[in-house]
Nanobody
Framework: HVQLVESGGGSVQAGESLKLSCSAS?????????????MGWFRQAPGKEREGVAT???????SYADSVKGRFNISKDDAKNTLYLIMSSLKPEDTAMYYC?????????????????????WGQGTQVTVS
C-alpha cells in the first residue's frame, strides 16, 4: 500500500517562498516504478473544493494550474521517491492545505488537475498560510 507523507508547510509573508516535499513508500517495486507514477499537488482552502496545482510524470512532463504558472515549480527525485513543490511569490490566496497525490498509471497532465478521483493515493496534507 503506497503511503505519501508531505512536509515543508508553514506560515510566510506574501512574496516569500516555500518548498514542500512528499515522500513515497510502501509500493511494490517489483510491480511498479515510482519514476513512472503520475504525481500531483493539490490544495484545499477552507470552504472550497480541492483543486489541482501541478502534476508531473517522469521528471520533465509537467502541468500547472493557471493560477500558479510562473510561480510554482513541481519536480521529482526518483532516486529518493520524493516529490517537491517550490512555491515562489506566494500570495494570500495560496493559503490552503496542500496534498500530495499519486497514481501508478502513468497517464498524467492537465485533465488530471481537475480530476481528484483519478488519483489512488493521498497524503495527509501540509498547511501553507500566507499573510
Amino acid at each position: 500500500h503506497v503511503q505519501l507523507v508531505e512536509s515543508g508547510g508553514g506560515s510566510v509573508q506574501a512574496g516569500e517562498s516555500l518548498k514542500l516535499s512528499c515522500s513515497a513508500s510502501g509500493y511494490d517495486s517489483s510491480n511498479s516504478n515510482y519514476s513512472t507514477f503520475c504525481m500531483g499537488w493539490f490544495r484545499q482552502a477552507p470552504g472550497k473544493e480541492r483543486e489541482g496545482v501541478a502534476t508531473i510524470v517522469g521528471t520533465k512532463i509537467t502541468s500547472y494550474a493557471d493560477s500558479v504558472k510562473g510561480r510554482f515549480n513541481i519536480s521529482k527525485d526518483d532516486a529518493k521517491n520524493t516529490l517537491y513543490l517550490i512555491m515562489s511569490s506566494l500570495k494570500p490566496e495560496d493559503t490552503a492545505m496542500y496534498y500530495c497525490a499519486g497514481r501508478t498509471d502513468g497517464n498524467c497532465g492537465v485533465w488530471y488537475l481537475t480530476t481528484t478521483s483519478a488519483f489512488q493515493y493521498w497524503g495527509q496534507g501540509t498547511q501553507v498560510t500566507v499573510s
